[in-house]
């Protein structure tokens, strides 16, 4: 806007304060004087019309030149969201999975999931984060495992026993492990113990 003002005041053909001695504030109506007559406030109406194309090329000239600022290719791209840190767990084994159906249906079943997962050194703590079971027929389970680490980092792998429990049907088809969106193992039969 300095820039247009600028243009504005140097416009010898649309400001007419140069011929007639108007003052600027009069002129845009930030301030009425006291006293001014209808003819000076239709004066003013009319001086500020023929200002505006003077006002409207300065602010065009002046826009053309901050968007071709703003374009240039030395701009900063925006920040990109991190992905998600990968899964701790560098391999598992040993994965099996079965319900324990003893007193079924007077009492719930039990599935039990247990495997070996190894981490990138000794002091995780692996811990079962959900269990999701999927409607089929036979149910199919999935079981989220998850591992904190520890305050002082180690230089060997180590492997760990996981195991979990959870309420569950006496019959389940299959169960999934998986580790923040990674899967470590799927157990397709799972055997049910009455």
């Known amino acids: 806007m300095a820039e247009a003002l600028t243009a504005y005041r140097g416009c010898d053909c649309c400001y007419p304060r140069r011929r007639i001695g108007w ?76 319900v324990d159906a003893k007193g079924w249906p007077d009492r719930p079943a039990t599935l039990h999931v247990a495997g070996r997962a190894t981490l990138p050194w000794a002091g995780w703590q692996i811990y079962w984060k959900n269990m999701q079971v999927l409607q089929s027929t036979p149910p199919h389970v999935y079981v989220e495992l998850d591992a904190k680490p520890p305050s002082v980092g180690g230089q060997r792998p180590d492997a760990q026993s996981v195991t979990g429990s959870w309420p569950s049907e006496a019959v389940i088809g299959s169960v999934t492990i998986v580790c923040r969106n990674t899967q470590l193992a799927r157990v397709s039969t799972v055997e049910t113990v009455r």
């Not at 065009?60 to 071709?68: E, K, L, V």
């Open 23 to 98: 003052d600027w504030a009069a002129l845009t109506g930030e301030m009425e004087p006291a006293g001014w007559s209808v003819i000076h406030t239709i004066m003013s109406k009319f001086a500020t019309a023929l200002a505006l194309p003077c006002l409207l090329a300065a602010c065009t000239a002046a826009g053309s030149q901050r968007s071709q600022a703003v374009a240039s290719p030395q701009t900063v791209p925006p920040p990109t969201v991190p992905p998600p840190a990968p899964c701790p767990i560098t391999s598992s084994s040993d994965w099996r999975a079965w």
